[in-house]
T-cell receptor, first 113, second 113 residues
Framework: AQSVTQPDIHITVSEGASLELRCNYS??????LFWYVQSPGQGLQLLLK??????LVQGIKGFEAEFKRSQSSFNLRKPSVHWSDAAEYFC???????????FGKGTRLSVIA | EAQVTQNPRYLITVTGKKLTVTCSQN?????MSWYRQDPGLGLRQIYY???????DKGDVPEGYKVSRKEKRNFPLILESPSPNQTSLYFC????????????FGQGTRLTVV
């Protein structure tokens, strides 16, 4: 069965520090991988997605993610975190056709001065 | 502007009083879905629809109904709400179930007392 694991429930980083949020997946088909961000009081917004090709994907707001097939991972990174990045982040995996999009349970990011 | 609109944003109701949460999208998407979000449990899919008049159960369908009479609308119906349905609800739409970007509404915070 498909599954997505985000090992870190809550991460706190200092403003200006680098960030890496982990995502591991288990999926039988060729995966389509996504990262979404949920700011307080808002719906989810797509940060970036990976379908094929270059394994390093650039997204909005200065985020990037790297697909590592051998590790079944799709970790999200940002070189320098801003206070406005405080939010909940969700990794998701899917495939073409009538297969569901499976979400991880999310990682809450806090940013301190 | 591409968007998914949910109404209401906030709702407090009493046990057993039927309610409907509306969802509308303007992107001509075939696929729409409803999720509930609870602390520690992440996003769980309630129902989804692949097209007009085609709906199916997600992971947690008990106590909910949906309909898809028009492509743009996908209302969520709670015929007899109970306190365990207190949650944050999201509607989403996309051009494909598992491989395309999902666009989310801003959420409906439901409290059942």
């Amino acid at each position: 069965a498909q599954s997505v694991t985000q090992p870190d429930i809550h991460i706190t980083v200092s403003e200006g520090a680098s960030l890496e949020l982990r995502c591991n997946y288990s999926y039988g088909a060729t995966p389509y991988l996504f990262w979404y961000v949920q700011s307080p009081g808002q719906g989810l917004q797509l940060l970036l997605k990976y379908f094929s090709g270059d394994t390093l994907v650039q997204g909005i707001k200065g985020f990037e993610a790297e697909f590592k097939r051998s590790q079944s991972s799709f970790n999200l990174r940002k070189p320098s975190v801003h206070w406005s990045d405080a939010a909940e982040y969700f990794c998701a995996v899917g495939a073409r056709g009538n297969t569901p999009l499976v979400f991880g349970k999310g990682t809450r990011l806090s940013v301190i001065a | 502007e591409a968007q998914v609109t949910q109404n209401p944003r906030y709702l407090i109701t009493v046990t057993g009083k039927k309610l409907t949460v509306t969802c509308s999208q303007n992107m001509n998407h075939e696929y729409m879905s409803w999720y509930r979000q609870d602390p520690g449990l992440g996003l769980r899919q309630i129902y989804y629809s692949m097209n007009v008049e085609v709906t199916d159960k997600g992971d947690v369908p008990e106590g909910y109904k949906v309909s898809r009479k028009e492509k743009r609308n996908f209302p969520l119906i709670l015929e007899s709400p109970s306190p365990n349905q207190t949650s944050l609800y999201f509607c989403a739409s996309s051009s494909d179930r598992g491989s395309a970007e999902a666009f989310f509404g801003q959420g409906t915070r439901l409290t059942v007392v």
